[in-house]
């Protein structure tokens, strides 16, 4: 089931606001600025969902919160990025 913008709490919103900056800064070549907040919204959206959803599952809450500070590891070691 899909969620509308209007059902969405106000720090979902701010989450999917962090992922697309995020996204926009990579593209426009700032790598590292872009990468970090990206995992913060990532990691955010990721959070938020499972607190909401009935049905929880540990996975469901891990896999994404280890992915998105695996970002965050790479984003801050990356050694040029601009």
């Excluded at 913008?5 to 790598?31: C, H, M, P, Y």
């Excluded at 929880?56 to 970002?71: Q, V, Y």
Aim: charged share 20%.
């Amino acid at each position: 089931m899909r969620a509308k913008w209007n059902e969405l709490s106000k720090l979902e919103q701010l989450s999917i606001l962090f992922i697309f900056i995020g996204t926009g800064l990579a593209i426009i070549d700032r790598v590292r600025a872009g990468s970090i907040i990206l995992a913060l919204g990532t990691g955010g959206f990721s959070y938020l969902k499972y607190k909401r959803v009935g049905m929880k599952r540990r996975i469901e809450l891990f896999l994404p919160l280890a992915i998105a500070c695996g970002l965050l590891v790479v984003a801050l070691t990356l050694p040029h990025a601009r």
